[in-house]
């Protein structure tokens, strides 16, 4: 006799919620080929942060300049986390632009006119005289991704701190 329906998707959502039980593969012959307990599968779909490095530390990026962050060695991260500390002058009267360009083959990236088209970036915070923090999540489409942080204003410097984290 078989449970009902209900009766076994009940007890398979309290199976997972509490990390207790196993979940068996069985093969054609009726024979158990894995019997693998819940709480390590539910492990095994947590998201894992690499340790956060520090490619920008205390640099000041001259007027309608940019820096330049490349990552490569990609695979197995679905996205990358860019935190971004800007500290504006006081006479300063735009941000900081934080934008990212894909590549197939670390040698050719997208335009940063076709990026900003697609919506690759995010603007800063700015607040002549201050320090803005903002966190930026980047989506891993290509194996290389090149982040640029693009000082806005025209006429005055702005000193960047930069945080890269890679998702699983």
């Known amino acids: 006799m078989s449970m009902p ?23 054609s012959s009726g024979n ?22 520090k490619p920008v ?23 990358v986390i860019v935190t971004v500390k800007a500290s504006y002058n006081a006479s ?10 894909y590549s197939p083959n670390g040698t050719d990236y997208d335009s940063e006119d076709a990026a900003e088209a697609e919506g690759q970036y995010n603007d800063i915070t700015f607040v002549a005289n201050a320090t803005k923090q903002e966190t930026v999540l980047i989506p891993i489409f290509q194996p290389y991704i090149k982040v640029q942080i693009a000082n806005l204003d025209s006429s005055y410097s702005v000193t960047v701190d930069a945080w890269v984290t890679l998702l699983r």
């Open 5 to 27: 329906k209900k009766d076994l998707i009940d007890a398979v959502e309290q199976a997972i919620a509490s990390g207790e039980g196993k979940i068996q593969l069985i093969d």
């Open 32 to 53: 158990v080929i894995s019997d693998t307990p819940i709480s390590t599968l539910l492990n095994g779909l947590r998201p894992i942060r690499s340790t956060p490095s």
């Open 57 to 79: 530390d205390g640099e000041s990026i001259s007027p309608s300049d940019k820096k330049e962050i490349v990552l490569d060695d990609l695979d197995g991260y679905s996205a």
């Open 92 to 101: 300063a009267t735009q941000g900081v632009r934080v934008r990212w360009l």
